[in-house]
């Protein structure tokens, strides 16, 4: 069974601070994604990673895909509030061609 | 271009009843996709329809159920409702996923809480 572990659960920080968000596995996949989701609402997806450390950065936060393509992390550079939510890694490759996603990160970014 | 809309957003029922969620996708996407979210497990994957057709399934028991119309409207049915059952039912839709590795981005709903007491 492919599981993605994420770490840290919670996060709490202050504006402005830097912070990194992993996501884990023992299994290979071939692209992973991360979302955010805030409350009452769907996750949004943010970026889509394929090859093998692979870095994309979409304004403050920089994703990194690992070079066996088995984990991959987020960081977050001077944090503001409104990057507060749950962010969650998926993997492409589940054993029914679905998504497998993690069970997020919850980050909490105070004024 | 309207977004995917789920309803109802909430829902209260009683253990042992039945239930059916409604999902409508971004027009011209094909793919549906349901997953239930908990505190607990996270988001998990229940099923994967495309053209009418359910292409892939999670571990989920029987009393899971859905399907897609013409249209690509799709709804889920859960039967005999447990207290376990109690979650977020997050409809997602894509242009599809056959035949790539690397998967269209899902457009999620805002979801519907149903609260089985």
């Known amino acids: 069974t492919q599981l993605l572990e994420q770490s840290p659960q919670f996060l709490s920080i202050q504006e402005g601070e830097n912070l990194t968000v992993y996501c884990n596995s023992s299994?290979?996949?071939?692209?992973l994604q991360w979302y955010r989701q805030e409350p009452g609402e769907g996750p949004v997806l943010l970026v889509t990673?394929?090859?093998?450390?692979e870095v994309k950065k979409l304004k403050r936060l920089t994703f990194q895909f690992g070079d066996a393509r088995k984990d991959s992390s987020l960081h977050i550079t001077a944090a503001q509030p409104g990057d507060t939510g749950l962010y969650l890694c998926a993997g492409a490759g589940g054993s029914q061609g679905n998504l497998i996603f993690g069970k997020g990160t919850k980050l909490s970014v105070k004024p | 271009k309207a977004g995917v809309t789920q309803t109802p957003r909430y829902l209260i029922k009683t253990r042992g009843q039945q239930v059916t969620l409604s999902c409508s996708p971004i027009?011209?996407?094909?793919?549906v996709s349901w997953y239930q979210q908990t505190p607990g497990q996270g988001l998990q994957f229940l099923f994967e329809?495309?053209?009418?057709?359910?292409?892939n399934k999670g571990n989920f028991p029987g009393r899971f159920s859905g399907r897609q119309f013409s249209n690509s409207r799709s709804e889920m049915n859960v039967s005999t409702l447990e207290l376990g059952d109690s979650a977020l039912y997050l409809c997602?839709?894509?242009?599809?996923?056959?035949?790539?590795?690397?998967?269209?981005?899902?457009?999620f709903g805002p979801g519907t809480r149903l609260t089985v007491t």
């Open positions: 990673v394929v090859t093998g450390g």
């Open positions: 299994s290979v996949f071939s692209s």
């Open positions: 329809y495309f053209s009418e057709t359910q292409r």
């Open positions: 997602a839709s894509s242009w599809g996923t056959s035949g790539r590795t690397i998967p269209y981005e899902q457009y």
């Open positions: 027009s011209g996407h094909r793919s």
